[in-house]
């Protein structure tokens, strides 16, 4: 199996395409050997999180494990998610592009908190680690008040809970799609950064 990254765009590809659900075949959903990099995304987060690939909607309802690495790929996802709706690619602007991101689509949240999520994401890619110099974060698999709940400030330190960041994902990625379909401008940042960043050449077998 061999993936490649951006070449110059030879299909043309629909939101279904880029949006498919996880439990959508990666093959099936293929265009001309290109899958789409959001698709491939979620089916990955699913299969680090608990180890199977199943309707978004049943995913907390299993056990969770290996959180650094979903947390990684969660965070993945919001900087794919916020190329595509800024239209920018700038590796100065990445932590702007982030933050704008989580104000819009993830509610409620708070100045603090978007730092912290963005904090976490440098440390966990960067060096596999929690360091945030601004405010102590805490990573932990589920707040006991609700699996929707992604986040507490508590004593000086930020939780944040890997369930309620993915289920916060889920909603943004539904939510982004919706406002796609209906922005035009936004439509125009999300076409110039889908053949660059949307798309994996892939040739061989891919499950």
Not at 161 to 176: E, N, P, R
Request: hydrophobic share 45%; proline share 3%.
């Amino acid at each position: 199996m061999q993936f490649r990254g951006w070449k110059p765009p030879e299909v043309r590809i629909s939101l279904e395409f880029v949006f498919a659900i996880p439990t959508v075949d990666l093959l099936s959903n293929a265009v001309d050997g290109h899958i789409s990099a959001l698709h491939a995304l979620r089916r990955e987060i699913q299969d680090i999180l608990i180890g199977r690939i199943v309707d978004e909607s049943q995913v907390l309802t299993y056990d969770m494990g290996r959180l650094f690495s979903s947390t990684i790929l969660i965070c993945t996802a919001i900087d794919l998610l916020a190329k595509l709706r800024a239209g920018r690619d700038s590796a100065t602007d990445a932590g702007t592009r982030f933050r704008e991101f989580l104000d819009r689509y993830w509610t409620p949240i708070e100045p603090s908190v978007t730092k912290a999520i963005y904090n976490l994401r440098n440390g966990l890619t960067h060096s596999f680690s929690l360091y945030s110099a601004s405010i102590p974060i805490v990573l932990a698999a589920q707040s006991e008040i609700s699996s929707l709940v992604f986040y507490e400030q508590r004593d000086g330190e930020i939780i944040l809970y890997v369930a309620g960041m993915y289920s916060q994902l889920v909603a943004a990625i539904g939510a982004f799609r919706r406002d796609l379909e209906l922005d035009a401008t936004l439509r125009s940042n999300f076409e110039q950064m889908i053949y660059r960043h949307g798309l994996i050449v892939v040739s061989g077998q891919i499950t």
